[in-house]
């Protein structure tokens, strides 16, 4: 499995922290440098902002996987939360991005306890987050659901960070944690 090996997408999309730390501070300047350093005071407990420095969206509830470490991976207690099987409106994400412009918003997280993949308009959504300003946008995806089409278009639209849930080094374990996800 190489969706996002440099076989699959060219190597301009990959580089070292040190480059895109780099590269984020030649886009914006001072703002980038300071938004780093109130997040390292503000991780330490050392500072607190008026506005968060860092907001984690839930826009749809659903996900692929059951794993035992998430709500997902219990129906039953999912149940109990009678959240509806849909996908925020894109007029409140919109609104929750013109109150962050307000203040300066950071950085933004594409998910907390849902698969972002389930977006269609993901792409544009991580789009609208670049108009207004957001510097670092960050998704956590278990990347089961995941093509070479759409890793290019949130790849092109700015999303900054993908982090994958695995958390397995092996097959056996993968099976436990990401209950519905095939390793390979």
Known sequence: MDILGKDTLQAEY????????????SVYGTRYTEYRQEYDQALNLDLLTEFPLYIMLEQTYRCNLKCPSCIHGYPEVKREYNMP????????????????QKYNLPSISMMINDEPLF??????????AVEYGV????MVTNGTLLTRQKAK?????????ILFSVDAANEETYKKVRVGGDFN
Not at 15 to 23: A, F, I, R, V
Not at 119 to 128: F, Q, V, Y
Request: aromatic share 8%; hydrophobic share 40%; charged share 35%.
């Open 135 to 138: 510097m670092d946008i960050i």
């Open 153 to 161: 278009e949130i790849i092109d639209a700015g999303v900054t960070h």
């Open 119 to 128: 977006l269609k308009d993901i792409a544009e959504r991580i789009r609208l």
């Open 14 to 25: 990959f580089s070292p922290l040190g480059q895109y730390e780099d590269y984020k501070t």
């Open 85 to 100: 099987d849909t996908v925020m409106p894109l007029d409140l994400y919109k609104k929750i991005l013109e109150e962050g």
